[in-house]
């Protein structure tokens, strides 16, 4: 019997038979027609199969030999191979090694024709990746169910991997978007240290996702004021961290967070408070507006004097750390942003001295959970905050957060991290004079 290594491989032979009235449902209902592939030396077990097959809507492919069955296998990547095992040349346990052991036909199922009915055979051609057999002399019946069976299986398993590639691709868009939707809530965060001599700052962003609920910044209101503020929006990822970019938009000095008060012979615009700053977004962000509520924190330093106003929406309170290590919060505020229960908010007034620090944080520093379930909480905030007296913001920022990864055992924070720290050098030397 002549084989590939002989003399070139003869055409394949294909079938396509239109289905009589009475057909039985095809495999494929979208138009795309499967491939079978047949590789059985004895021509009459081929057209058995073939009268078997015809009325299926499925292209009949038919290989004489192992031979020309890997060729056709390799060039037409049908979707079911029906091998058999007793053929010359080379059997169909090697036929089917071959194709397992290459990536082009590894995922074709193949089904095993043999009259042979020992196990050990059976789990031979398991152990080769065979998914079936069929054994001779052929039932209908049982090639048809078993047919029917794989080829379901392998069109669903193509359209798996059709929609898996679909959403690797949309993954990839997704993942530019987020990159994107990143980048643009970093450049809503300071990129450097106010040009003030009397305050330096230092701070650490985290978000528990690439992008997050929490937002902060500082600048200048005037040439005397800065403004300073911490954000932390309910939930974190897209939806939290796009009303992140609305209340920042609000907090602008170009949106308005200075205002006029009418009927007062004053500038065109004055320094808000931030209770009247509070006010504000309370009215500007009701709960309806985007589902979301968020706590902040907003304070106003004359860095020329360290007079520091300071109020706050269901947000941690900042900590006050003296120059000579005496820590205090300040506690003035109100309820949280977006609840609308027309609670007024309170404010405080503190007096900065040279070497005293500020540091403002989100929960998830204090939420910050162990495997145990305990939590991080203020008081080991406090400790940290103490134990990093004497040393650089930047030291003092990385010690707290190295606190609560030996707390946390390594773990990562649950929800978006934020620490801003101030420290305030003292009264610029023209107002020391006054």
Same mark, same amino acid.
């Given at each position: 019997m002549p084989n590939a290594s002989s003399q070139p491989a003869p055409a394949p032979q294909l079938e396509s038979v239109a289905p009589q009235a009475a057909a039985p449902p095809s495999v494929e209902d979208d138009g795309q027609q499967q491939k079978i592939l047949v590789v059985?030396?004895?021509?009459?077990?081929?057209?058995?199969?073939?009268?078997?097959?015809?009325?299926?809507?499925?292209?009949?492919?038919?290989?004489?030999?192992?031979?020309?069955?890997?060729?056709l296998a390799i060039r037409e990547r049908p979707d079911l191979i029906l091998l058999d095992i007793m053929m010359p040349g080379k059997d169909g346990f090697e036929v089917c090694a071959e194709l397992k052991n290459d990536a082009r036909t590894a995922h074709v199922p193949?089904?095993?024709?043999?009259?042979?009915?020992?196990?050990?055979?059976?789990?031979?051609?398991?152990?080769?990746?065979?998914?079936?057999?069929?054994?001779?002399?052929?039932?209908?019946?049982?090639?048809?169910?078993?047919?029917?069976?794989?080829?379901?299986? %392998?069109?669903?398993?193509r359209e798996l991997i059709v929609t898996n590639r679909e959403l690797v691709k949309k993954q990839w868009a997704l993942d530019a978007d987020l990159r994107a939707a990143g980048d643009i809530q970093r450049s809503l965060i300071p990129k450097g240290p106010p040009s003030v001599e009397s305050v330096q700052v230092a701070w650490r962003f985290m978000p528990c996702?690439?992008?997050?609920?929490?937002?902060?910044?500082?600048?200048?209101?005037?040439?005397?004021?800065?403004?300073?503020?911490?954000?932390?929006?309910?939930?974190?990822?897209?939806?939290?961290?796009?009303?992140?970019?609305?209340?920042?938009?609000?907090?602008?000095?170009?949106?308005?967070?200075?205002?006029?008060?009418?009927?007062?012979? %004053?500038?065109?615009?004055?320094i808000a408070s931030p209770t009247e700053v509070l006010d504000r977004l309370e009215t500007e962000y009701p709960i309806e507006r985007f589902d979301k509520f968020f706590t902040i924190c907003y304070l106003v330093l004359d860095h020329r004097t360290g007079r520091l106003c300071c109020s706050r929406a269901g947000h941690p309170m900042p900590v006050l750390m003296r120059a000579d290590g005496m820590l205090t919060c300040l506690a003035a505020g109100g309820t949280i942003i977006g609840l609308g229960t027309g609670a007024p908010f309170e404010e405080e007034e503190v007096q900065l001295r040279a070497g005293d620090r500020l540091?403002?944080?989100?929960?998830?520093?204090?939420?910050?959970?162990?495997?145990?379930?305990?939590?991080?909480?203020?008081?080991?905030?406090?400790?940290?905050?103490?134990?990093?007296?004497?040393?650089?913001?930047?030291d003092a920022c990385d010690r707290v957060i190295q606190s609560m990864s030996r707390f946390g055992d390594g773990r990562l924070p649950q929800d978006d991290v934020t620490l801003l720290a101030i420290e305030f050098a003292g009264p610029q030397a023209e107002d020391r004079q006054k």
């Amino acid at each position: 019997m002549p084989n590939a290594s002989s003399q070139p491989a003869p055409a394949p032979q294909l079938e396509s038979v239109a289905p009589q009235a009475a057909a039985p449902p095809s495999v494929e209902d979208d138009g795309q027609q499967q491939k079978i592939l047949v590789v059985d030396d004895v021509d009459l077990n081929r057209k058995i199969l073939s009268g078997i097959l015809r009325n299926e809507r499925c292209a009949l492919l038919m290989a004489e030999d192992g031979f020309l069955g890997i060729e056709l296998a390799i060039r037409e990547r049908p979707d079911l191979i029906l091998l058999d095992i007793m053929m010359p040349g080379k059997d169909g346990f090697e036929v089917c090694a071959e194709l397992k052991n290459d990536a082009r036909t590894a995922h074709v199922p193949v089904l095993f024709l043999s009259a042979l009915s020992e196990q050990a055979n059976k789990i031979k051609g398991l152990e080769l990746g065979a998914v079936d057999y069929i054994t001779k002399p052929f039932d209908k019946a049982e090639v048809l169910a078993r047919v029917r069976s794989h080829l379901k299986i %392998q069109k669903l398993a193509r359209e798996l991997i059709v929609t898996n590639r679909e959403l690797v691709k949309k993954q990839w868009a997704l993942d530019a978007d987020l990159r994107a939707a990143g980048d643009i809530q970093r450049s809503l965060i300071p990129k450097g240290p106010p040009s003030v001599e009397s305050v330096q700052v230092a701070w650490r962003f985290m978000p528990c996702d690439r992008i997050g609920g929490d937002v902060f910044n500082l600048y200048s209101l005037d040439d005397a004021h800065l403004a300073i503020y911490v954000v932390d929006v309910s939930g974190h990822g897209v939806p939290a961290a796009m009303v992140t970019v609305s209340v920042s938009q609000s907090l602008s000095p170009l949106a308005g967070c200075t205002v006029r008060r009418e009927g007062q012979s %004053q500038p065109r615009s004055a320094i808000a408070s931030p209770t009247e700053v509070l006010d504000r977004l309370e009215t500007e962000y009701p709960i309806e507006r985007f589902d979301k509520f968020f706590t902040i924190c907003y304070l106003v330093l004359d860095h020329r004097t360290g007079r520091l106003c300071c109020s706050r929406a269901g947000h941690p309170m900042p900590v006050l750390m003296r120059a000579d290590g005496m820590l205090t919060c300040l506690a003035a505020g109100g309820t949280i942003i977006g609840l609308g229960t027309g609670a007024p908010f309170e404010e405080e007034e503190v007096q900065l001295r040279a070497g005293d620090r500020l540091f403002l944080y989100t929960d998830g520093i204090t939420e910050l959970a162990n495997a145990a379930g305990d939590l991080y909480g203020e008081e080991r905030l406090y400790e940290a905050l103490a134990e990093a007296r004497g040393v650089s913001l930047e030291d003092a920022c990385d010690r707290v957060i190295q606190s609560m990864s030996r707390f946390g055992d390594g773990r990562l924070p649950q929800d978006d991290v934020t620490l801003l720290a101030i420290e305030f050098a003292g009264p610029q030397a023209e107002d020391r004079q006054k």
